[in-house]
């Protein structure tokens, strides 16, 4: 019987291959691992990928050679009786590691891990409706010889934050937020939280939270010490929620501890596989990003040369064409960006000499010190290759997140696993079929869609079915860059003569009129409810020349018959139900 889909071979080969350098387990002691994903809440938030987070896990783990006892929506009691199992197995030459995804809070500076069942009505319920996590530190410090606990609670809880309001007060409850601090633990016991102290982690948009997606992916490399892990679980974490989430490692580890302390050859196949997954991904996502960020997951291998041959192409007039000193002032880093710099480059372990956000002669040296390792030409200067990869600890360059000058279609399984900013792969999933040019403007990514007779409402509920809303803009250098990213794309342009004037109609944006509303400018405001601090209206206008014309686009016009080809319709109209526009422009936050 023959193979269907080729891919499906690959992907079980490649099991196969992991398989294969898997360790057998620790040479003294058994590895014991409780993992409780609790997703199918009742009284709050239900957690989609919590329990898929603890299969992704627990199948990591046995894959480490742990032995694993896994509770899938368990309640209070379930998770009693699992722990209390779990507990008798650990001996004092053993490995036991606990691992928890779904509802956490925190009361009195205490943690708790909540049930299904847990309603919380009132402070007196929660140790009949939840786990205090400091028992089952305790339990695991007392039996076994080396404690792991990684800790993904710190999830938006509606009921912990009404219990908290109640006990503590409004103003105080509001402000104990995720899970409380940790200030140190015993010999031999390592605790990880998805989150810092009072931080809400991220369910995630894909099949896993950032979090354990991170933990798999990094834990799991060859001969990697669990500490040195973690530091780069925190990076991709950083990234992958614009610096929103930072999760935290308390440990009192002495001696180093490996998931997987072999690589042998398999490792290094199974990695090309990997790379050749991702570098097809990079080929099809076709931008200058889409490389970069390939390169920022496989600085070398059998690809890597391919893909900078491929971002120097799609660079054209960027960083190739320019000096290494103009590439870097171009970026405009701050001096807060270049002394984030300078501390990444220092945990990295180069010696930077003062992080004081100069970049002088020892931070220099670091610099190409760093571009070699990444396999890069060494020139000492910052360029958009390394801003990105320094972005996992919260460094970007001013174009890091771009994708081309047209609009195009974009498959969110290829974003998946490459794409850093979650935004932009909800943007491809939730604008599915339509093509799209996206780019990021201080910490707000806007998309324009190309869309064909697209009215303002049909514009608005795109941007509420992508839990985002039609762009507002509050100055000229967010306008200007706005209208940068559609610019060359013909597409997103309606012209036309109507008579009198020859028209360049643009997409829509989120601002529109109040029904009662009166010209010169009256009632408008910003879907957000943002105040309306600038504008950009074509002289004479708002004119309300149909009435009703109560939504505003990027639109010019000349006078007469007229060429508008060269025309920049960067100003503003008011436009009416009844006229349509040949795309939107979404912003995500």
């Known amino acids: 019987m023959g193979l269907r889909n080729p891919q499906t071979f690959l992907f079980f080969l490649l099991l196969m291959v992991l398989g294969l350098s898997a360790p057998l387990g620790a040479a003294e002691g058994k590895r014991l691992a409780l993992v409780v994903g609790n997703s199918a809440y009742t009284a709050t938030t ?34 009693a009786r699992g722990l209390s199992t779990f507990s ?89 937020k995720g899970l409380a601090p940790v200030g140190s633990t015993g010999s031999g016991t390592m605790i990880a939280f998805s989150a810092s102290p009072g931080q809400v982690a991220y369910d995630g948009v894909g099949e896993n939270s950032p979090f354990t997606t991170a933990l798999v992916e990094h834990l799991s490399s060859p001969s990697l010490e669990v500490g040195t892990a973690f530091k780069r679980v925190i990076r991709d974490v950083r990234v992958k929620t614009n610096n929103h989430q930072s999760p935290q490692i308390v440990s009192n580890i002495a001696a180093e501890f490996y998931f997987n302390a072999s690589a042998p050859a398999t490792a290094v196949a199974a990695s090309d596989f990997l790379a050749q997954i991702d570098f097809e991904k990079a080929e099809r996502i076709a931008t200058a990003r889409g490389w970069q960020l390939y390169l920022a997951k496989h600085q070398s291998g059998s690809f890597s040369d391919s893909a900078r041959a491929a971002l120097r192409l799609l660079e054209g007039g960027g960083d190739g064409l320019v000096s290494p000193q103009e590439a870097e002032s171009r970026m405009k880093l701050t001096q807060s960006q270049r002394k984030e710099i300078q501390l990444t480059l220092s945990d990295l372990g180069y010696d930077i000499g003062a992080a004081d956000g100069n970049l002088g002669q020892k931070t220099r040296r670091a610099i190409s010190r760093y571009q070699k390792a990444l396999g890069l030409i060494e020139t000492g200067y910052i360029n958009s290759v390394v801003a990105n990869r320094l972005e996992l600890v919260g460094v970007t360059s001013t174009d890091s997140v771009v994708s081309a000058g047209e609009a195009r279609l974009f498959d969110p399984e290829d974003l998946k696993g490459l794409e850093t900013d979650e935004r932009i792969i909800r943007a491809a999933q939730c604008l599915g079929g339509k093509e799209i040019i996206y780019g990021e403007f201080g910490s707000r990514l806007y998309v324009a869609v190309y869309d064909r007779h697209s009215s303002w409402q049909t514009a608005k509920s795109a941007a509420q079915r992508c839990e985002a809303h039609l762009a507002s803009i509050s100055s000229k250098a967010e306008n200007d860059f706005i209208y940068g990213l559609f610019e060359t794309d013909d597409r997103m342009f309606e012209t036309g003569f109507d008579g009198s004037v020859s028209y360049k109609m643009g997409p829509w944006i989120g601002l529109e009129q109040d029904p009662g509303g009166r010209e010169p400018r009256g009632g408008w405001r910003w879907l957000t409810g943002e105040a309306m601090t600038y504008n950009n209206w074509l002289p004479n206008h708002p004119n309300e020349h149909k009435q009703g014309d109560d939504f505003a686009m990027f639109y010019a016009h000349l006078d007469g018959n007229r060429d508008t080809a060269d025309l920049k319709a960067s100003t503003w109209d008011d436009m009416g139900p009844q006229n349509s526009s040949h795309g939107y422009i979404i912003e995500f936050r």
Do not use: W
């Not at 239900?46 to 309640?75: Q, Y």
């Not at 996590?133 to 509606?158: H, Q, T, W, Y």
């Open 46 to 79: 239900p957690l989609p990928n919590a329990a898929a987070d603890a299969r992704a896990f627990a199948a990591f783990l046995k894959e480490n050679g742990f032995e694993v006892d896994s509770l899938i929506n368990v309640d209070r009691a379930g998770f």
């Open 88 to 176: 008798k197995k650990i001996g004092p030459a053993d490995t036991a590691l606990f691992y928890f995804a779904g509802h956490g809070m925190q009361l009195k500076g205490e943690n708790f891990l909540l049930g299904l069942d847990a309603e919380l009505l009132s402070e007196f319920d929660v140790d009949a409706e939840a786990i205090a996590l400091n028992s089952i530190i305790g339990i695991m410090e007392r039996k076994a010889s080396l404690s792991l606990l990684f800790v993904d609670a710190c999830r938006n809880n509606p009921i912990a934050d009404r219990l908290n309001a109640s006990v503590e007060g409004v103003t105080r409850g509001a402000a104990l």
